[in-house]
């Protein structure tokens, strides 16, 4: 979705300082692939062979197939985009705070997604979102406002899909 975002800001963006941000944003992505390869294999499990047949992980990865799509207007995919990063920010920048009981071993992905760096990137990812949206069509706007929502019900029973409810 990031790769689409990216040519999306190339294309249609009137500021050329967004395809910066989103390549920025693109360590990220490097950087969680890193750790989620190190944990795997510390874990021993295999990256190649996870079945994906849990309905919320397969719903929240169905939402963003639509996203790539060209008809998707930048507008909705860098909103989107913000929301992803800032619900990983705080949730894991959360898990930081003095005084939280954040087990050990999840510390370092914590650090990966709640660090300062991480915060300004999601800061400017916002400011481009909300400079869009003022740009936008009402009916754009409708779209995004839309899209939000689904996103977020969608990472809420993601992140609530081990705990056996929604």
Not at 57 to 73: H, M, N
Request: hydrophobic residues 40%.
């Amino acid at each position: 979705m990031a790769a689409s975002v990216l040519l999306k800001a190339w294309k249609e963006s009137i500021n050329n300082s967004d395809v910066e941000v989103i390549l920025g944003g693109l360590a990220y992505l490097n950087d969680e692939i890193s750790w989620l390869k190190q944990e795997a294999s510390k874990w021993h499990i295999s990256l190649a062979s996870v079945v994906l047949d849990d309905k919320p992980l397969l719903d929240y990865f169905r939402f963003f197939e639509p996203l790539t799509s060209p008809d998707v207007k930048y507008t909705e995919a860098i909103t989107i985009l913000w929301a992803v990063e800032s619900v990983y920010y705080n949730g894991f920048g959360h898990c930081l705070e003095e005084g939280n009981n954040t087990p050990n071993e999840m510390k370092d992905g914590c650090k990966i997604w709640g660090n300062d760096n991480f915060k300004q990137y999601c800061q400017s990812l916002e400011n481009i979102a909300n400079r869009t949206l003022e740009e936008a069509l009402d009916e754009d706007v409708s779209m995004t406002e839309v899209l939000i929502l689904e996103f977020l019900e969608n990472i809420v029973r993601f992140w609530n899909m081990n705990l056996g409810g929604t």
